[in-house]
């Protein structure tokens, strides 16, 4: 059987990190098995769904490398949402119901007050003909209920093991809303039998779902997919991310500077065996990944991995990759200053102020003038690639400065910093000429 999974996300908002974990391990599991992964726009609810945001759920994925193999918009497919609830309500699975949400409130608390479970009580199937008419012409709409066989349903899950759902102890779920809308369900049923999905991948938050659903699909005369509910994320602290998700979007990440592998070496490592390092390419992600590997505990999501992924991954980059980049910020330094300064990045746009500590203009930070007139005096005439370590002696020896004394002010003088590349790489990069106006006092 060739796999074929789908992500479909709805186009009401910007796509987070756990919207893309979700997009990530179905491509991952997709293209480590050769199959097919299709994105698919939930675009139902036409009122909150925007063409700006189904244009950046294009973006971001592009960027991330998430390719599809297929996309279909479910605005466009109506259609055969319409002939499935037919024949559901032709077969008596999908009923009609005019309680309204006062009324419904109402029964679960008198439910509740006798002890039993607040689930539908199904009373709109004892509805006779004159009562549904006497509805309607009160102006009540129905909304649509699926009737459950009120049966265990089993599933083997590709990541949480045996599974079973027993749909006795749910309501019957709503899958057409009073204003016609058809609800998630219902169209993504229906989707995953038209195009052919052979494995429904998600979080473990809708668990309870696969039961109701896996009927719907065996309703329709579907084959039933494959499920694999994945453990949720949560935050560094252990708390639940899905109120700050909406500040950790995958087009701010990209606006802050995060590199597209960082984001899925993270996001898809997180929680499994795998250990927590830049993978070679999305694709070499994508041949590793393996459910086996991932773990039961939620995925712990640390800004923190994420910021030391991100510069492993710049770490690691040759200059052919970096030169287009360095060419779009306008500064395009050579082959030989990028490799100088990459060890030291911690997002791409650093190497601005990192290459200007070698062209200037730097403004000296000198705190003993006599240090610095010492340290010129002794300054090699040429500066070869052993030129610190030639001159910070002579330094030691003119000064009887050593260690922290010695070499902290000479970065101050050179770069006007506490931190950054290695001296000795720095130092014949600078050049001379410079090195000499700096220890003099001048910006350059």
Not at 371 to 387: M, S, W
Request: aromatic share 8%.
């Amino acid at each position: 059987m060739s796999v074929k999974v789908r992500f479909a996300p709805s186009p009401t908002g910007k796509l987070h990190v756990g919207n893309v974990r979700t997009a990530l391990v179905n491509w991952m599991f997709a293209k480590g098995q050769g199959g097919a992964f299709v994105l698919r726009i939930d675009d139902t609810d036409l009122a909150r769904s925007t063409p700006e945001f189904e244009q950046g759920i294009e973006d971001d994925l592009t960027w991330l490398g998430l390719a599809w193999d297929e996309r279909y918009n479910q605005s466009k497919r109506f259609d055969r949402y319409e002939e499935a609830a037919s024949r559901l309500k032709a077969a008596g699975r999908l009923y009609p119901c005019y309680d309204t949400s006062e009324e419904l409130d109402r029964r679960r608390k008198v439910q509740l007050s006798r002890g039993l479970p607040p689930i539908y009580d199904r009373a709109a199937l004892d509805l006779t003909d004159a009562e549904k008419a006497a509805f309607e012409a009160e102006g009540r709409k129905p909304h649509w209920r699926f009737k459950l066989d009120g049966k265990r349903v089993a599933w083997e899950d590709l990541s949480r093991g045996h599974a079973e759902v027993d749909t006795a102890s749910m309501s019957d779920p709503v899958l057409i809303r009073e204003d016609g809308l058809f609800l998630y369900t219902l169209p993504s049923v229906v989707d995953d039998i038209d195009m052919a999905i052979t494995h429904v991948i998600r979080g473990e938050d809708h668990v309870t779902n696969t039961g109701a659903q896996i009927e719907i699909f065996e309703a329709l005369g579907g084959p039933v997919p494959a499920f694999a509910h994945m453990p949720l994320l949560v935050g560094a602290d252990g708390q639940a991310l899905s109120k700050r998700l909406g500040s950790l979007s995958i087009a701010d990440m990209r606006d802050q500077g995060y590199e597209p592998i960082a984001i899925t070496s993270h996001l898809g490592r997180i929680g499994t065996s795998d250990p927590l390092e830049v993978g070679e390419s999305i694709e070499a992600l994508g041949e590793s990944f393996a459910f086996s590997k991932m773990g039961r505990s939620p995925a712990r999501y640390d800004t923190a991995d994420l910021d030391r992924l991100n510069a492993q991954a710049l770490h690691a980059m040759d200059y052919t990759t970096a030169q287009p980049r360095l060419a779009a910020l306008g500064r395009d330094p050579g082959e030989t200053i990028w490799n100088a300064l990459r060890p030291n990045l911690e997002k791409f746009a650093d190497v601005v102020d990192l290459e200007r500590i070698i062209s200037g203009p730097v403004t000296p930070v000198i705190e003993d003038p006599a240090f610095a007139a010492a340290a010129l005096e002794v300054l090699p005439p040429t500066l070869g690639a052993d030129a610190w370590s030639v001159w910070t002696n002579a330094v030691k020896e003119r000064t009887g400065a050593k260690g922290k004394a010695l070499f902290k002010p000479l970065r101050h003088i050179l770069t006007g910093q506490e931190h950054g590349p290695d001296m000795a790489t720095l130092v014949p990069l600078i050049g001379r000429e410079r090195i000499v106006r700096r220890l003099s006092g001048e910006t350059a």
